[in-house]
């Protein structure tokens, strides 16, 4: 089994038991070795390496590649959306919402990269108000004492 060459270390060091030449597979890379040297080669070298008789000094560990994830474009937007609306309740900038109290799509849009439509802006924002108020903190920064009198 072949290891593609994105999934192998940048350099690894090898030892020839005999005096040795190799070449990467398209010819852009080689190394001469004598006899008994060890020395570290590209990793577009290691398949010819291998080939040719040389040990790897130490065992070539495979590098994994990124990990994709892929969420559906509704987990995106719930999620994505969510966190955008809770940071604008969070900032407690008036300007950021509209007279009625819902966020500007403007002010959403500045905070995620993706695109969305009026009906999910409102769907995100009941749900992250919900989730604030199952938290009991909004984190709200408030610039004025609530007019509510203590009874």
């Keep these: 089994m072949e290891l593609p060459i994105d999934n192998r270390p940048d350099m690894a060091s090898f030892t020839a038991a005999k005096a040795v030449r190799v070449m ?16 570290k080669i590209r990793k577009e ?16 560990k495979v590098i994994a590649p990124p990990k994709v994830v ?13 966190a955008a609306i809770k940071t604008l309740i969070a900032r407690g900038n ?11 799509t403007a002010s959403v849009k500045k905070l995620v990269d993706f695109d969305f439509t009026t009906k999910d802006v409102e769907r ?12 009991g903190n909004d984190s709200t920064q408030h610039s004025e004492p609530s007019s ?3 009874e």
């Design 24 to 39: 990467a597979a398209d010819g852009s890379h080689s190394a001469i070795f004598e006899a008994g040297e060890s020395k």
């Design 45 to 60: 070298l290691f398949v010819a390496a291998v080939e040719a008789g040389l040990v790897p000094d130490e065992e070539l």
């Design 70 to 82: 892929n969420i559906s474009k509704e987990q995106r937007l719930e999620t994505g959306l969510i």
């Design 94 to 104: 008036t300007d950021d919402f509209t007279v009625v109290g819902n966020p500007r």
């Design 124 to 135: 995100a924002f009941l749900e992250a108000v919900h989730e604030v108020e199952q938290d």
């Design 148 to 150: 509510v009198a203590a």
